[in-house]
């Protein structure tokens, strides 16, 4: 079983849509929660951090920490063809390592 | 502003041939990192390095080779021992463990 676990997709959603993405993670040392948003051949963009449960809002993206279920997602309110990308959530559990999932891409259609 | 710069952006290497690629930030970081990503695959560590003169291995470090001689500089090597190469390599920094960690454009390296 991989320590983080993500739906690669795609995902299909009309402009304007609300964007519901997840990872569920088997570690329960996990503090530490960030979302990156990377598109074709870029570096991942860091979106969100978060180090407790509860949810976290920053203008359309809104990150979520469950850790008694062992779940984060990341929202996204009127979503944009913008937000076209591969979404990547990472966890770290105080240490040197950020474990990765593989990503979730995203089509936000016109 | 404030960054982490990668180059080349494409590098293409031959059989047998040891390439470096570049990372420099300067963003005052402790901590910085090297990942590689493959198609349908996580971001795995290759090394890290928490402060200058000082690094560890991380999960894929055969073939590949570091040095910290500088706060703002952390180079990879891809020697000739590492078996399949190919593959999009991304630095990144944070300011210290635990905290968000930043990652540079990549470089993208191709053995011909």
Known sequence: QKEVEQDPGPLSVPEGAI?????????????????????????PELLMYTYSSGNKEDGRFTAQVDKSSKYISL???????????????AMSAGTYKYIFGTGTRLKVLA | DGGITQSPKYLFRKEGQNVTLSCEQNLNHDAMYWYRQDPGQGLRLIYYSQIVNDFQKGDIAEGYSVSREKKESFPLTVT????????????????????EAFFGQGTRLTVV
């Open chain 2, 80 to 99: 000739s021992a590492q078996k399949n190469p190919t593959a999009f390599y991304l630095c990144a920094s944070s300011q210290v463990m635990n905290t």
């Open chain 1, 19 to 43: 964007v519901s993405l997840n990872c569920t993670y088997s570690n329960s040392a996990f503090q530490y929660f960030m979302w990156y948003r990377q598109y074709s051949r870029k570096g």
């Open chain 1, 75 to 89: 929202f996204i309110r009127d979503s944009q063809p913008s937000d076209s990308a591969t979404y990547l959530c």
